[in-house]
């Protein structure tokens, strides 16, 4: 490893940011995401070993931070804490930042899509990655990744639309 | 030409090669239904981004700060390192209104005013005229609407022409951009004159994009779906159009 850990904990610092705005996006509230971002970053360091030298940090975090998700998932799921992503039981929790960037009613509409999708929209529309980096952090083809997204975006658009009208009525 | 929906997508994400771009921006010149889904595909993206963006503007938790560096502390290789870092843990993360934004939002505001002003107040900018019936194309918008072909243009008028179709009662409309003030709109000859039955401030054509119909709001989108007949007019029939001075015959 040609880093200092000094210098991946820099690395890593500035990628904070980043890493919780990705997490928000999977996330129902601001609190369950820092959760995430503290599961992941504490993983990187245990799994410091694994990250190959010239490997990219950012793609690496954003692989850790998704898997930590779906595993999260998958341990409430067993435990029967939550039957669907959208059950996550007790109302979110909505600060002033959410209302006023509008993000909650495109939080709650995420939160709606099947989890494999939200990732897909998370990674390029949120984060901006290009289509081969977001396939290269979920480890799944191009063309799957293009599927996912192409439904997920659908069913975005759809559940935006569904709410707009629900405002009016 | 048939585009399914992830090629429109990959085409509104940046995705496709120079080649598949130009292909889609000729096929968006032609068909507005075409422009207003890879429309819709850049607002959904815009609407994602925007909404999530506060988040990279908020202070970042204490606890998070400490489990970036905890590798850090456990094993520090030298301790000459440790002690000029705390001085590097603290960023300065923007505040969420500051000084800069008020300013560009108060800027904004200004320009969109004095855009407007300087649409609406007759000869001030010499290209629109309070009618009877609404705005009046005039001057260089109204030379560019009479005689300019989209088919011939090399991007760099002022006035540039989108799209040229027949409204549903027999009229010729045409969409423009105003290069200059950022601004779109639709134009509809109607008893000699082209009335502008809508404007709306337009990005502009973005770099690499000659197609001015590329560059049209949705709301504009949706006017002209709403009031065509059939498809927009291509290279041959615009020049027919022009040379029957705009005309309509049934």
């Not at chain 1, 820092?34 to 030298?53: G, I, N």
């Not at chain 2, 502390?73 to 934004?101: H, L, Q, Y």
Request: aromatic letters at 6%.
């Amino acid at each position: 490893m040609s880093d200092t850990s000094e210098e991946i904990g820099e690395r890593i610092a500035l990628l904070l940011p980043r890493l919780r705005r990705f997490a928000r996006s999977l996330s129902r509230n601001q609190h369950d995401a820092d959760d995430l971002v503290q599961t992941a970053v504490e993983r990187a360091w245990r799994h410091l070993d694994q990250l190959r030298p010239g490997a990219n940090l950012a793609s690496w975090m954003f692989g850790i931070m998704k898997n930590a998700w779906l595993d999260n998932l998958r341990t409430r799921r067993r435990r029967g804490e939550v039957a669907l992503p959208e059950d996550s039981g007790d109302h979110p929790a909505v600060s002033p930042i959410d209302t006023e960037a509008g993000l909650w009613a495109v939080s709650e509409a995420m939160n709606k899509l099947p989890e494999e999708q939200r990732l897909a929209v998370a990674l390029v529309l949120v984060e901006g990655m290009s289509y081969k980096e977001a396939a290269g952090v979920l480890e799944i083809p191009m063309g799957t990744l293009t599927s996912r997204l192409a439904r997920g975006r659908a069913a975005l658009a759809a559940e935006l639309a569904e709410e707009a009208r629900g405002d009016i009525a | 030409m048939k585009f399914d929906d992830e090629t429109l997508m990959a085409y509104a994400d940046g995705e496709l090669d120079a080649a598949q771009r130009a292909q889609i921006e000729a096929a968006i010149a032609q068909d507005p239904g075409l422009a207003l889904r890879v429309q819709e595909h850049k607002a959904l993206r815009a609407r994602m981004t925007g909404a999530f963006s506060r988040v990279l503007d908020q202070p970042i938790p204490e606890r998070l700060e400490a489990a970036a560096r905890v590798g850090t502390r456990a094993d520090a290789p030298a301790r000459g390192n440790v002690i000029k870092f705390p001085a590097r843990v603290t960023r300065a993360p923007s505040p969420p209104w500051g000084a800069r934004e008020w300013i560009a939002m108060a800027a904004s505001l200004l320009f969109g005013v004095l855009l407007s002003w300087r649409l609406l107040v007759p000869g001030n900018s010499g290209l629109f005229e309070a009618g009877k019936g609404g705005l009046l194309a005039r001057g260089e918008l109204a030379r560019a609407l009479e005689s300019q072909l989209a088919s011939q243009q090399s991007g760099e008028e002022r006035v540039l022409i989108g799209l040229t179709f027949k409204t549903h009662d027999g009229n010729y409309c045409r969409s423009f951009v105003l290069r200059a003030a950022h601004t779109a709109g639709l134009a509809c000859r109607v008893d000699s004159e082209w009335q502008i039955p809508a404007t709306e401030s337009s990005p502009g054509p973005e770099a690499g994009m000659q197609q001015a119909s590329a560059a049209l709001p949705p709301s504009i989108l949706r006017i002209i779906e709403a009031r065509m007949e059939g498809a927009a007019l291509d290279a041959e029939g615009e020049e027919n159009a022009r040379l029957d001075t705009w005309n309509s015959s049934p």
